[in-house]
């Protein structure tokens, strides 16, 4: 006897899972045209309770003081970079945004953060990112409610900087972990261990004069360039607030 019930059942069945595969096919779609913002997005609102609270706050404000005598070393021998620094710091034109970093790239603790800011509060792609102590990176991309850091030691970060003791340009490179490479394009510079690095008053990306760095090794002079290793001053894994620098450079 024909299982009547039994036929409906499975066809029943294969019409669902036809639409299931199809809203699956969908939402990958979607995720991919959106490039994973609808996920940062949920994650803002599921993290929201386990932000990092007032005591962090109170941490970049001491950090703050601690970056301005670091700036102060750099250029108290040039007073022309020094009003610089200071009308940097004291510039109404200069708008910052606080924002909490809610997750660190998995797999990868120093070369991505997500922070709870986004194009909603006026965060743009390029923006210079500064947390205790210097220079952490650039906004990389961007949802409504958070942005994505690439941080100074990501392979694909490239930033001009300047060695204040022997007035040089540079570019540093990461290298994928906690120590980026200086590249100086000239084999004679007389670079140092303990050199201050600061971001470039060349750049056209970041404002001049932020501190990045400390020169932590040299390296052997390879052709027309000299390499170093720089220890950063801001430190990604223990860092739980930052600055976004609004304005563009």
Do not use: C
């Not at 490039?35 to 007032?54: A, E």
């Not at 007389?190 to 004069?209: E, H, M, Q, R």
């Amino acid at each position: 006897m024909l299982d009547v019930r039994g036929i409906s059942t499975s066809r029943w069945w294969h019409k669902k899972k036809t639409w299931m595969l199809i809203g699956v096919f969908l939402f990958l779609v979607f995720v991919r045209i959106s490039k994973g913002s609808f996920y940062k997005d949920f994650y803002y609102f599921i993290s929201k309770p386990f932000w990092p609270g007032q005591f962090q706050k109170e941490v970049i404000v001491k950090s703050t003081e601690q970056e301005s005598l670091i700036k102060l070393n750099l250029l108290e021998k040039d007073n022309i970079r020094l009003r610089e620094i200071l009308n940097l710091q004291q510039s109404s034109d200069i708008d910052t945004v606080s924002a909490a970093v809610i997750s660190r790239k998995t797999g990868s603790w120093w070369r991505q953060l997500i922070l709870n800011k986004g194009s909603m509060d006026g965060v743009e792609v390029g923006s210079p990112v500064i947390g205790p102590g210097g220079l952490l990176g650039r906004v990389e991309n961007t949802s409504l409610f958070t942005s994505s850091v690439k941080l100074l030691t990501s392979p694909e970060s490239k930033v001009g900087v300047w060695v204040d003791r022997i007035q040089i340009n540079g570019l540093l490179v990461g290298a994928g972990y906690d120590y980026p490479n200086l590249i100086l394009y000239s084999k004679d510079a007389d670079i140092k261990v303990g050199d201050f690095v600061s971001s470039s008053p060349a750049s056209t990306l970041l404002p001049p004069n932020i501190p990045i760095g400390i020169v932590l090794s040299v390296g052997e002079s390879f052709q027309s360039k000299k390499t170093a290793k720089i220890l950063l001053l801001a430190k990604p894994q223990a860092i739980d607030w930052v600055q976004i620098l609004k304005e563009k450079f």
